[in-house]
Every structure is written in C-alpha cells, then in structure tokens.
C-alpha cells in the first residue's frame, strides 16, 4: 500500500477512449488520482460530475483529474458520453493500481461482507509522488476540499 512520500508505480491502463496511460503521463503536472466504486451510480456519478464542472478550475492550477475503477474501457465510454464527463477515467480491471493504492478493502453493507474499492482520492505531485490523500471520503464537498488543496 502506498503512502504519502511514495512515487506512484509504473503502470499502463487503457482510458475511456481506449488510449494507454502510463505513470509518464502524469509528471510534469499535478494529478489527482481518484478511485471510485462503479460507473453510473448515484455516489460515483455525482463526483465524477462534480470533478468535471470544476476541471477548468484544477487546469487552472496545472493539476489533471483522473478517475480510476475496475469497469471496462467500453462501460467508461458509455459513463463519459451519457453524463458529458471531462475527467479521463482510467480501466483497472486486474485491480493492479487500486491494490498497489490499498483500496482494495473489504466492505460491509446490511451485515453483507465483500471486497470492493473504497473511494478514495490521492493528490500527486509534478514527480507523480503522493502529497496528501483522502480516504473513505463521502462525496459531498470532497471535490472542493481537493480543489483548496491544488490552489496556491
């Protein structure tokens, strides 16, 4: 599990539009690396939108905004397109990132035990290194709390 201080691993997955993204892609400018449970539900729907009407704020601030979960390029597609998302999300259906980023967890829901992504979200610097990260968050104001934290 990584944590503030590490370098975010080489990896490369595939975006909404089926290009490869690696750890390249994001030096040279901030990112935020957020994970989320499952394309086009209620709590993942509301932030992935919140992240996107505020993306010119984070450009703004030279920090991209990259959503992460374990759906498919083409269920990515169909979220981006029926919302008009922004953001890039990026496809991890082997979990590699989101194990490597300890979100994996076990998860409880009406006495019911399972493994599925907490949401998470993980600001990195222009060296694609952890500064801060928020954890189990609930999404109302998340977004705005990650937005004070990219500006200067």
């Known amino acids: 599990m990584l944590t503030i201080g590490d370098k975010a691993p080489d990896f490369s997955l595939k975006d909404e539009n089926g290009n490869n ?3 390249s892609n994001l030096e040279g400018k901030k990112t935020i690396l957020y994970f989320y449970p499952k394309d086009d539900t209620p709590g993942c729907t509301k932030e992935a939108l919140e992240f996107s009407e505020k993306l010119a704020l984070f450009k703004d601030n030279n920090t991209q905004v990259i959503g992460i979960s374990k759906d498919s390029v083409a ?3 169909n979220f981006c397109e029926k919302y008009q998302l ?3 999300l990026l496809s991890d259906p082997h979990l590699k990132l989101i194990k490597y980023f300890g979100v994996w967890q076990e998860k409880r829901n009406y006495s019911k035990t399972y493994m599925g992504i907490v949401r998470s979200t993980f600001l990195l610097d222009e060296k694609a290194t952890i500064v801060t990260s928020w954890k189990n968050i609930k999404v109302k104001g998340h977004v705005d709390k990650v937005l004070l934290e990219v500006m200067p």
Do not use: L
């Open 86 to 88: 922004k953001i890039s």
């Open 75 to 77: 269920s990515h597609k």
């Open 21 to 23: 993204i690696s750890r």
